[in-house]
C-alpha cells in the first residue's frame, strides 16, 4: 500500500459476520463510498469458517479492485488467493511473514502505542504499520496512541501509517494531517446506517 496523497479508508470487519448477510452489506458500503483495503478480522479460529468469509468476501473486494487481507492467518491468506495479512504481534514476525508470502502481497503489523515496535516493523519490511487505540476506551488498558505519535511518524519515516480504535469525527480530523489511512470497523458496523456512519466519519477526513 503507497503513501496516498490525503488519508484513505481501511475498513475492519466485525468479529462475527452473518454470510447470508454481510458480504452484501459490505458490497453497499464499498460502493457508496472509496475504500483502499478490507481486513477480515474475525474473532473465530476455526480454519474453515475463515475460509468460507474469506471466499464470500474476496468476491466482493475483488470485483471493485479492493485488497483484502486476513489477520494472522499467513498460510490461509497465502492459500485463499487473498492480498495479504494483517500482523497483530508488532514487529516478531514480519520478517518471517514477508519470505512467506513474497514481495507482492500486503504486509501490515499493529503496533498499538509504540514507536520502536513501529520502526521495528517498517525495518523489517511491512507495508504499513497501525498505531491504536486514538484516545482512552472501555477496551485494553487506558493506553492510547497519542497525537505526536502520529505527528512524528509522518514528519520521519516512509511507512504508512494506519490510524484505528476509538476513532470518531474529532480524532479523525484531528489526524488527518498525519495518517494515510483510517482502520474503521465497529465505528461503522454498529450503526444501523453503516453506509451513512462511514460517510459521516470519512467526511471528517477533509
Known sequence: MDTPEQPQLYLITPPEV???RFPDLLASVLDAHPVACVRLDLATRDEDRLARTADALREVTHARDIALVLTDHTL???RLGLDGVHLTDAARSVRDTRKALGED???????????????????????YV???PVQASALGDGSFAELDLFQWWSEVIEVPIVAEGALDAAMIAQLAPYTDFFGLGEEIWASDDPVKALGALASAMA
Open 18 to 20: 452473518e454470510l447470508s
Open 76 to 78: 490461509l491468506s497465502d
Open 105 to 127: 502481497a500486503i504486509v501490515g503489523t499493529f503496533c498499538g502505542t509504540s514507536r520502536h515496535d513501529g520502526m521495528s516493523a517498517g525495518e523489517a519490511g511491512a507495508d
Open 130 to 132: 497501525s498505531f491504536g
